[in-house]
């Protein structure tokens, strides 16, 4: 008879807003190398009213999942307008690229997700919190590094030759 506590779509809300930061960084960090910030400056207005306006609505009606919308539908709409501006007006490539990449990652996050979610383990300590994260993480990472292989062959090719560069520039140091 008790009000349910453990709002069960609330962590999702606050992963996809994290996904979205993540995927908007690269665009963001690009329009400011590029000096480009002047001209997408509309659009960061255009986020923070959507933002302000569809959250104040829907926390009306949702409580804190209507807040966090409005959060993620104004990131939604920012990300996706940086992403076509840097495509189009400063590497002059494609958008296909990039929201194809999105969606192969999007998939196998979501599998991961999943998958966690067949896995119980009984986080008592931190010491078991420990144990069973660090072997997760490298299990996720050699996923995500898998596909990234197989789909993305440049990044992939990349990301090797930088790792490389890394502990080969850490050993001559040392």
Known sequence: ???DYLNKSL??????????????YPSDAMVHISGHFRETQLSATIETVMNLVISVILVQLYGIIGALAGTIISSFYRTNYLVCYINRNVIFRSVADTYKCWLINFIVFCCIAVVNT????????YSRIILFCIPYSIGTIVVFFSVISVFHRRTCKYLVDILKKQLFHKRKDT
């Open 1 to 3: 008879s008790d009000i």
């Open 118 to 125: 067949t896995i119980t383990v009984p986080l008592t300590s």
């Open 11 to 24: 962590p999702y809300a606050f992963i996809l807003i994290q996904l979205l930061a993540a995927g908007r």
